[in-house]
């Protein structure tokens, strides 16, 4: 959840909340022009729109974690009734709360849902269509993937198809270097390396976890040795953790090469 609440503090957040307050009560969609004063509409908005952030990154963020790979449409589509079905009382209740006109009785609750849906839903779209969510696009490669799928994926917001080859430590987060690009996730280098299960891996650094399968060769510079990886990254080996590669096989076969 540490990554859901460093996205609610985002500065793309704020600048989302800030447009749909400003855009709403100028506008005053769904007849809130016609029946709020600009105060009122203010602060009704700007309540609709921090409850339904709230509620959509959490929906976001329990169905990423319940689902390792869920195709594009279909996590748009449960986690935009998941958001609805929580964010449609909240506005009825508002409405039916500041609206010095219209009371809870005049409101439908199953019109404000059906509204919320749509909204909800064009949002989720716009932000895939945008880049905003990973893939970028509904349509889906048909070749299946042959990357053995872990735990540390689910935490990942591109390319959960990628094989992971490197984990690194930088303070309370976690590089993880993949056969894509890397990305950083808010997460201890141990708890990281626990998710890794069930791919084969070494630590050659107090800092540093190499996947077995992603380790190309062992190189030496001068007295230090270093794992270079098929992705082109070089993972020190320090030596503390030296005999786990030697005993792999690894530095005795770098040597042979190497001289």
């Not at 974690?65 to 079905?85: E, I």
Request: charged share 20%.
């Amino acid at each position: 959840m540490a990554e859901t609440r460093d996205g609610l503090l985002s500065p793309l957040t704020l600048s989302i909340w800030v447009s749909v307050c400003v855009i709403a009560v100028v506008a005053g969609p769904f007849g809130t022009y016609d029946t709020m004063m600009w105060p009122t509409r203010l602060a009704y908005w700007g309540l609709v729109a921090s409850i339904g952030i709230l509620i959509g990154s959490v929906a976001r963020a329990i169905k990423k974690t319940v689902c390792v790979r869920p195709h594009p449409a279909v996590f748009d589509a449960v986690v935009s009734l998941l958001t609805s079905l929580f964010l449609a009382p909240a506005i009825w209740l508002l409405r039916g709360t500041l609206d010095p006109q219209i009371s809870r009785v005049d409101l439908s609750l199953f019109s404000i849902s059906l509204n919320t849906v749509i909204v909800v839903g064009s949002v989720f779209v716009l932000r895939r269509l945008f880049g905003l969510e990973q893939p970028a696009s509904y349509a889906v490669s048909a070749r299946v993937s042959k990357v053995p799928l872990t735990r540390l994926h689910r935490r990942l917001s591109d390319w959960p198809d990628a094989e992971i080859m490197r984990l690194s430590a930088n303070d309370h987060f976690v590089e993880v270097a993949t056969s894509h690009g890397t990305e950083t996730v808010r997460l201890r280098l141990g708890d990281a390396i626990d998710e890794m299960e069930p791919v084969k891996g070494f630590c050659t650094h107090r800092s540093h976890w190499v996947a077995l399968c992603a380790i190309e060769r062992v190189e030496r510079d001068g007295a230090r040795l270093f794992v270079s990886l098929r992705n082109g990254d070089r993972v020190p080996v320090s030596r503390k953790y030296r005999p786990r590669l030697e005993q792999a096989g690894l530095i005795d076969r770098a040597d042979g090469q190497g001289g």
